[in-house]
């Protein structure tokens, strides 16, 4: 599985972003795929979860209320849509590919990032 993230940018604080996620090659239903964070200096987080077939969702409690993780599996695409956006929500963002779930050790497959700025 090959993941290419696309849709970052640069937003005013309580703007709006929705990245996506083109998922190419072999994916199997019974796995999900994960959207974790990046900013300078710090870890890799967590920020939302669905499985394959949408019937379960996870959010980190930052971003609940705020982001919206979906789907399409005839594009093979997963969406992040994110609205009132905040200065700390800038960070990388990256797509993950595996088994469903918050921690990043979960996902064997990544996207190479994609850059998301919030100005205050």
């Known amino acids: 599985v090959q993941l290419v993230e696309s849709g970052g940018g640069l937003v005013q604080t309580g703007g709006s972003l929705r990245l996506s996620c083109a998922a190419s090659?072999?994916?199997?239903?019974?796995?999900?795929f994960g959207w974790f964070r990046q900013a300078l200096g710090k870890e890799r987080d967590f920020v939302a979860a669905?499985?394959?077939?949408?019937?379960?969702?996870n959010y980190a409690d930052s971003v609940k209320g705020r982001f919206t993780i979906s789907r399409d599996n005839a594009k093979n695409t997963v969406y992040l849509q994110m609205n009132s956006l905040k200065p700390e929500d800038t960070a990388i963002y990256y797509c993950?590919?595996?088994?469903?779930?918050?921690?990043?050790?979960?996902?064997?497959?990544w996207g190479q990032g994609t850059q998301v700025t919030v100005s205050s």
């Open positions: 669905i499985t394959w077939s949408g019937s379960s969702r």
């Open positions: 993950a590919f595996g088994n469903y779930g918050s921690s990043r050790y979960n996902y064997g497959t």
């Open positions: 090659g072999r994916t199997v239903s019974n796995y999900g």
